[in-house]
């Protein structure tokens, strides 16, 4: 399997406003080998090679299913496998085999984070010693180092909580082991530090629109404020805020030099209009939007009569919801332009990864699997959820009823008359997400052979996609008969070499969204839901102002913002039921994410900070799917691939959920070298 891409940021300049910059290929030996340190900052050619070649040590963003940098998809509620090796640590954290002296070498990003912090705080240092370099481009300059400070810092907030600031300090290496012995900053200390770094980046830093596409890789003001969204968010929410979850996982974790709690146990309620203003700063950007493909006039996606048509944003009207959202994921989109991408980047690991969706047979590796939990979250045609579906558009749990006849074509995507009815009247996500028993698979590239090009796939034991299929690879097959699909082209195959494909391909670049503006609207909506009465937020704006704002749990502005999401895909909006209440819209709220952010890796950290994954993380009744080691039919007596059951996998029967496994363990090695810093409760030394 192959190793994961190198995230490094675009470096060429941008007219105008952005910095000049010489070739990203060659600095790291030209400035780490030939160039002596006093020498870097005599010239701004010099200093700004210095500054982009810091970025390589950042782990590539869009690795959250092997080699991942954080536990990801795979140690998530959603996604599971019968692997159980290096290459997958988030399966081997969910199943306890991953303490604080055997971190995966893709997990230990600790060193390499403090070594971007080093070199971040050695040039804000030293940058006024550039002598050829102009005022702009010097606080230009400066935006950029305290960015990616503060994403080193974001690194290690999400792995490891509460984090040990180093400020400015430039840690030498001749200094005793006294001075490098500190404690760690509480959560709160870490928020607040993290954030004023994206603060001070975005009160600099070009916006999309200032900079040329051409390097769209590079932060900007956005992203430094939608991390600041993201964060806050984060830090509202019931894990970090005081809740019953907090209680249980960091109740008796105290800071030894002042008995402070590393993570807050006392509710404030302020902290969820922080969190809303602080994405309102994103929307009043007024930049960016929700990405859509127009409808096809001849042939039209079709939506459900209770959505309204008026012209998106206001309805559903005029766009396809179909490929309005998968053609962000799947190669057919362009990066540089969709504005929906608020942070994007193309990923090696994003389109390695497709090919453990495809079945052994077609050259695939075959193991992703979605369990039926993920699949039932996914709304009707109409909006209604499975369990209050309408008579018009009705759910069929019965999967021997199917759709009959020819089938059924939603504008260009397929369903066969055999499908069964549960996969009917679904909303478009669903069928751009999810690989379900009978799914069409085009293949389009390994046309020249019918046997692997335009197949339905139906994962059970007896089909070629399933156990049969996979040959002597016995771990190499989906085992709920759920593949996810969110990234996979009409076009791609990896069957090239097979029977008489000669030239099949994958469609690249495939693209992996940091930050895109639909996580920005639900985190919007999240936030203002759970505001009570009316809150005065005193915040530091962009451009460091000190602004007063008062927030409040407007349904009106709630509706908005939620309802672009839904429109998009083709659905109608919240209720009115659901928006009166905000426990049932922080259910709906909840479910949207679940369902818009699938499979983007959102969910490990989700379910952590609502404090739900102590309860349902590692329930079995969450973990079911179809019997793929059952056939379909009855020819060789061993039907019941239709049967709902648990997942019968040792990965399934081991996973564990516990209090310390909110956050991976500190190092030990790490441990060892500063005895101050605590390590994290419920972990070892």
Same mark, same amino acid.
């Given at each position: 399997?192959?190793?994961?891409?190198?995230?490094?940021?675009?470096?060429?300049?941008?007219?105008?406003?952005?910095?000049?910059?010489?070739?990203?290929?060659?600095?790291?030996?030209?400035?780490?080998?030939?160039?002596?340190?006093?020498?870097?900052?005599?010239?701004?050619?010099?200093?700004?090679?210095?500054?982009?070649?810091?970025?390589?040590?950042?782990?590539?963003?869009?690795?959250?299913?092997?080699?991942?940098?954080?536990?990801?998809?795979?140690?998530?509620?959603?996604?599971?496998?019968?692997?159980?090796?290096?290459?997958?640590?988030?399966?081997?954290?969910?199943?306890?085999?991953?303490?604080?002296?055997?971190?995966?070498?893709?997990?230990?990003?600790?060193?390499?984070?403090?070594?971007?912090?080093?070199?971040?705080?050695?040039?804000?240092?030293?940058?006024?010693?550039?002598?050829?370099?102009?005022?702009?481009?010097?606080?230009?300059?400066?935006?950029?180092?305290?960015?990616?400070?503060?994403?080193?810092?974001?690194?290690?907030?999400?792995?490891?909580? &509460?984090?040990?600031?180093?400020?400015?300090?430039?840690?030498?290496?001749?200094?005793?082991?006294?001075?490098?012995?500190?404690?760690?900053?509480?959560?709160?200390?870490?928020?607040?530090?993290?954030?004023?770094?994206?603060?001070?980046?975005?009160?600099?830093?070009?916006?999309?629109?200032?900079?040329?596409?051409?390097? =769209?890789?590079?932060?900007?003001?956005?992203?430094?404020?939608?991390?600041?969204?993201?964060?806050?968010?984060?830090?509202?929410?019931?894990?970090?805020?005081?809740?019953?979850?907090?209680?249980?996982?960091?109740?008796?974790?105290?800071?030894?030099?002042?008995?402070?709690?590393?993570?807050?146990?006392?509710?404030?309620?302020?902290?969820?209009?922080?969190?809303?203003?602080?994405?309102?700063?994103?929307?009043?950007?007024?930049?960016?939007?929700?990405?859509?493909?127009?409808?096809?006039?001849?042939?039209?996606?079709?939506?459900?009569?209770?959505?309204?048509?008026?012209?998106?944003?206001?309805?559903?009207?005029?766009?396809?919801?179909?490929?309005?959202?998968?053609?962000?994921?799947?190669?057919?989109?362009?990066?540089?332009?969709?504005?929906?991408?608020?942070?994007?980047?193309?990923?090696?690991?994003?389109?390695? =990864?497709?090919?453990?969706?495809?079945?052994?047979?077609?050259?695939?590796?075959?193991?992703?699997?979605?369990?039926?939990?993920?699949?039932?979250?996914?709304?009707?045609?109409?909006?209604?959820?499975?369990?209050?579906?309408?008579?018009? =558009?009705?759910?069929?749990?019965?999967?021997?009823?199917?759709?009959?006849?020819?089938?059924?074509?939603?504008?260009?995507?397929?369903?066969?008359?055999?499908?069964?009815?549960?996969?009917?009247?679904?909303?478009?996500?669903?069928?751009?997400?999810?690989?379900?028993?009978?799914?069409?698979? &085009?293949?389009?590239?390994?046309?020249?052979?019918?046997?692997?090009?335009?197949?339905?796939?139906?994962?059970?034991?007896?089909?070629?996609?399933?156990?049969?299929?996979?040959?002597?690879?016995?771990?190499?097959?989906?085992?709920?008969?759920?593949?996810?699909?969110?990234?996979?082209?009409?076009?791609?195959?990896?069957?090239?070499?097979?029977?008489?494909?000669?030239?099949?391909?994958?469609?690249?670049?495939? &693209?992996?969204?940091?930050?895109? =503006?639909?996580?920005?609207?639900?985190?919007?909506?999240?936030?203002?839901?759970?505001?009570?009465?009316?809150?005065?937020?005193?915040?530091?704006?962009?451009?460091?102002?000190?602004?007063?704002?008062?927030?409040?749990?407007?349904?009106?502005?709630?509706?908005?913002?939620?309802?672009?999401?839904?429109?998009?895909?083709?659905?109608?909006?919240?209720?009115?039921?659901?928006?009166?209440?905000?426990?049932?819209?922080?259910?709906?709220?909840?479910?949207?994410?679940?369902?818009?952010?699938?499979?983007?890796?959102?969910?490990?950290?989700?379910?952590?900070?609502?404090?739900?994954?102590?309860?349902?993380?590692?329930?079995?009744?969450?973990?079911?799917?179809?019997?793929?080691?059952?056939?379909?039919?009855?020819?060789?007596?061993?039907?019941?691939?239709?049967?709902?059951?648990?997942?019968?996998?040792?990965?399934?029967?081991?996973?564990?959920?516990?209090?310390?496994?909110?956050?991976?363990?500190? &190092?030990?090695?790490?441990?060892?070298?500063?005895?101050?810093?605590?390590?994290?409760?419920?972990?070892?030394?």
């Amino acid at each position: 399997m192959k190793n994961n891409s190198i995230f490094i940021f675009a470096v060429a300049a941008i007219i105008g406003v952005m910095l000049s910059s010489c070739s990203f290929l060659n600095v790291d030996t030209y400035f780490e080998d030939t160039f002596q340190a006093d020498s870097i900052f005599h010239s701004q050619k010099n200093a700004e090679g210095y500054l982009w070649n810091t970025p390589k040590d950042f782990p590539d963003p869009g690795a959250i299913w092997g080699n991942s940098w954080n536990p990801g998809e795979l140690a998530s509620d959603e996604m599971t496998t019968r692997w159980r090796m290096g290459e997958f640590p988030g399966v081997l954290f969910t199943v306890g085999e991953i303490n604080e002296r055997n971190l995966p070498g893709s997990f230990n990003v600790w060193y390499r984070m403090y070594k971007i912090i080093n070199r971040c705080n050695k040039m804000l240092a030293n940058a006024d010693q550039i002598t050829d370099i102009s005022t702009r481009n010097k606080q230009l300059y400066k935006g950029y180092v305290h960015f990616l400070r503060g994403y080193a810092y974001y690194h290690l907030l999400m792995n490891w909580g &509460p984090c040990l600031i180093v400020g400015d300090d430039i840690i030498p290496s001749s200094e005793s082991a006294a001075f490098y012995d500190r404690e760690r900053s509480t959560y709160d200390e870490s928020i607040e530090y993290i954030c004023n770094e994206f603060n001070l980046a975005a009160q600099v830093l070009p916006t999309s629109q200032q900079q040329s596409i051409s390097y =769209y890789e590079r932060p900007t003001k956005g992203a430094a404020l939608a991390l600041i969204a993201r964060l806050r968010l984060t830090h509202a929410s019931p894990l970090f805020n005081g809740g019953e979850v907090a209680r249980q996982c960091f109740g008796n974790w105290v800071r030894k030099s002042d008995g402070q709690h590393y993570v807050n146990q006392s509710y404030d309620p302020a902290r969820w209009a922080v969190a809303a203003i602080a994405a309102r700063a994103v929307i009043d950007m007024e930049i960016y939007e929700l990405h859509t493909v127009e409808s096809d006039s001849k042939n039209p996606y079709p939506i459900a009569d209770n959505v309204p048509v008026a012209p998106f944003p206001e309805g559903a009207g005029g766009i396809d919801p179909y490929h309005s959202f998968c053609d962000m994921f799947n190669g057919e989109g362009i990066i540089q332009t969709n504005k929906e991408f608020i942070w994007a980047m193309t990923s090696g690991s994003v389109q390695n =990864y497709t090919r453990h969706s495809f079945p052994v047979y077609f050259g695939g590796w075959g193991g992703m699997a979605v369990p039926q939990r993920v699949v039932d979250c996914f709304l009707m045609a109409d909006g209604r959820t499975i369990h209050d579906a309408s008579d018009k =558009y009705p759910y069929d749990p019965d999967l021997s009823h199917t759709i009959g006849g020819s089938g059924v074509i939603l504008g260009s995507y397929i369903l066969k008359g055999d499908v069964p009815k549960m996969y009917y009247n679904r909303e478009a996500r669903f069928y751009a997400s999810i690989g379900f028993p009978g799914s069409f698979w &085009p293949m389009n590239s390994a046309a020249q052979d019918n046997e692997y090009s335009n197949q339905q796939l139906w994962f059970s034991y007896d089909h070629k996609s399933g156990i049969k299929g996979a040959g002597n690879n016995i771990n190499d097959y989906c085992v709920s008969g759920y593949v996810p699909v969110k990234y996979i082209h009409p076009d791609d195959s990896w069957a090239n070499g097979k029977g008489n494909v000669k030239s099949a391909f994958v469609t690249e670049p495939k &693209p992996f969204p940091i930050i895109r =503006y639909a996580e920005i609207l639900l985190e919007y909506v999240e936030a203002l839901n759970n505001v009570e009465s009316e809150v005065t937020v005193e915040t530091i704006d962009a451009n460091g102002e000190i602004t007063q704002t008062i927030v409040t749990r407007d349904i009106t502005e709630i509706a908005k913002y939620f309802n672009m999401v839904r429109y998009r895909a083709g659905l109608p909006g919240a209720t009115s039921a659901q928006l009166a209440s905000k426990e049932e819209f922080q259910k709906a709220v909840m479910n949207e994410r679940q369902i818009e952010l699938f499979n983007e890796g959102y969910r490990y950290f989700d379910t952590r900070r609502w404090g739900i994954f102590l309860d349902e993380d590692a329930n079995s009744s969450n973990w079911r799917g179809l019997n793929v080691e059952k056939d379909r039919g009855n020819e060789n007596n061993n039907e019941g691939f239709w049967e709902i059951v648990t997942i019968n996998t040792q990965n399934i029967r081991d996973r564990i959920a516990r209090p310390k496994m909110v956050f991976l363990p500190l &190092p030990h090695d790490e441990l060892l070298k500063v005895p101050a810093m605590d390590q994290n409760p419920g972990w070892d030394r």
